[in-house]
């Protein structure tokens, strides 16, 4: 059976500091991988989605980034963070477009 | 536009009562899916049901039953006989055809009280 991991669990970090954020996926191959982020008491944005290896689409400007380094990995960074980029970060794979999204357990980020 | 809008921020209600969430999608697309998704205070989302656009079938699984109307834009969840471990932050969402975007409403929070 497929599993999604995420981590950290927790993360509080200064304005300013860099961030890294993995989320991997076993039991399936090429699956399609998206990070979201659900800012308190509000829903869920979509960031950015990977269908292949080296494939990151941005759906919101920010000063985020992804890469997919291997095909069941996923990366969000950022270089300097924000007093906004706190939130909850959860990662989320599909075996391809249209189809079910499963997320994983998500990371809290707390930006000071 | 493609919107998701679920108007009831949060419902209570006790133990064993039926309770309904309402969501009310807009989309130009023919083809399109729906969701519905968990979230229990741990956070992670939880899978409930996938619909397609044509198939407008109710679905019944255990207490939970979904009423899809296409004639009103609306993919509704009850939860029948509600327990403690109902609570939780309930989000419809939607797939556009052709697109890797899931859009989600901002989500109803279901406090179900002994």
């Known amino acids: 059976s497929q599993t999604i991991h995420q981590w950290p669990a927790t993360l509080v970090q200064p304005v300013g500091s860099p961030l890294s954020l993995e989320c991997t996926v076993e039991?399936?191959?090429?699956?399609?991988l998206y990070w979201y982020r659900q800012a308190a008491g509000r829903g869920l944005q979509l960031l950015f989605y990977?269908?292949?290896?080296?494939?990151i689409s941005s759906e919101v400007p920010q000063n985020l980034s992804a890469s997919r380094p291997q095909d069941r990995q996923f990366i969000l960074s950022s270089k300097k963070l924000l007093l906004s980029d706190s939130g909850f970060y959860l990662c989320?794979?599909?075996?391809?477009?249209?189809?079910?999204?499963?997320f994983g357990p998500g990371t809290r980020l707390l930006v000071l | 536009a493609q919107k998701v809008t679920q108007a009831q921020t949060e419902i209570s209600v006790v133990e064993k009562e039926d309770v309904t969430l309402d969501c009310v999608y807009e989309?130009?697309?023919?083809?399109?899916?729906l969701f519905w998704y968990k979230q229990p205070p741990s956070g992670e989302l939880v899978f409930l049901i996938r619909r397609n656009s044509f198939d407008e079938q109710n679905e019944i699984s255990g207490r939970y039953s979904w009423n899809f109307q296409k004639s009103t834009s609306s993919f509704n969840f009850t939860i029948t006989a509600s327990q403690v471990v109902d609570s939780a932050v309930y989000f419809c969402a939607l797939a556009p055809y052709n697109t890797d975007k899931l859009i989600f409403g901002t989500g109803t929070r279901l406090q179900v009280f002994p």
């Open positions: 990977s269908v292949g290896i080296g494939q």
């Open positions: 989320a794979w599909s075996v391809r477009r249209g189809e079910t999204q499963y």
């Open positions: 989309t130009r697309d023919t083809t399109y899916y």
């Open positions: 039991g399936t191959s090429n699956p399609n």
